[in-house]
């Protein structure tokens, strides 16, 4: 028993193989995306490896895309497909830790030649599915298998292990595993079942990784003293959470598939003293936010935003201020006609669901309970405001 169609996508995966088919592997660009992008790639490029050398000659080099957050959004968009399409005429596009609501893109991108696979772990809005060929998502209707809390990386880790069987060495493995494991973390995933065995055995022996990237930034942090191997992680992962890209690829992709250690030590320094100026502009903005709320107690939940605020750091800021005040958190980056917002949550809420009833006032929103992001124009900013008050009030008084 497994997760519904990873031995159909697993099976499809290894056909392009034979095939020497263009394989385009599209994913959100968080870590949680990215790792499952290198995760998938690097199975494929295991595949490759054992074909003869005539064959592996004519093979398209893999193509990532990585649409980036602020311009293009969260999951598959038109541009985004319509660069792929200059890159290569169609082929098998594996959309990873997206395209679960993306009905009309998916479409899209069938009608242009491709094949679709989504790997995705959100939840399908109203259970509708676009029209790929295979959909791995616990939470589509019609997946019976009992978990259903993976990190998107934990989907592709599956999948990886039906795409090489027993071809998968145990050192590929527990390298896919350390990747799996950070990224189940970085998604603040349910520690329980599989994902506690993924976090177990990946963080196993990260100080002996044999992927550079981890070995340089372990290298890099040696001056630093760590309580606990989770302590690291945090680090790592806060790390790795760089938003830099270039063509349409993220650092954090670029690092983590950096063969030479060398070059690795290098980028770990810059991902180093990125990471020291966002913690910087997070502490401040969390620190203006919190004066501001203290003058105005007693509201159920906090909803701010500002034009000068860069989405990119509202996440985190977001988690901090609603640790401190222990209520929910809408933070938005208003942009000319729209806003674009993140959400956390304290336990017991649920953001996704806070966000449901006001559906008609978004144009897009989703995410996970306890985190979240929507996009709204901004002429519907008060009355979305207006009727999470209605929805918080409401809560309260059960
Ligand atoms: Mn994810």
Redesign the pocket.
Known sequence: MNVKNMDLAAERIRQSVEKGEQVVLYG?S????VS?VVIIKESIENLLSLLPDERKKDYPKILAYFPQRQSEGYGLNDKALAFIKTQTKGGLLITL??GITNYDEVADAKQSGFSVIIV???LPIGGRLPVADIVIDPKQPGDDFLFKEY???GLAFKLAEEILKEKMSPMLRQNFLELTAL?TI??M?PETDENQTFIFEGLADIENSRRPAIQALRNLLRGEIFNSTRDLVSKINGLLNSSRMENHITFAYTYLTEPDIIKAKKMAKELLQEHESRQKEVYSLTENIKAVISESPGTPFIFMGSANWNIEFLGAVASRVSNFFDKPVFLYQKYDDFSRGTVRVPKGYDAVKAMETCKELLRTFGG?PPAAGFTVVNKNLEKFEACLKKYFNNLNLE
């Open positions: 959100d968080d870590l949680d995306g499952s830790d997206c995705d772990h959100h990190a998107n990386a990224a970085a998604d995933m996970h």
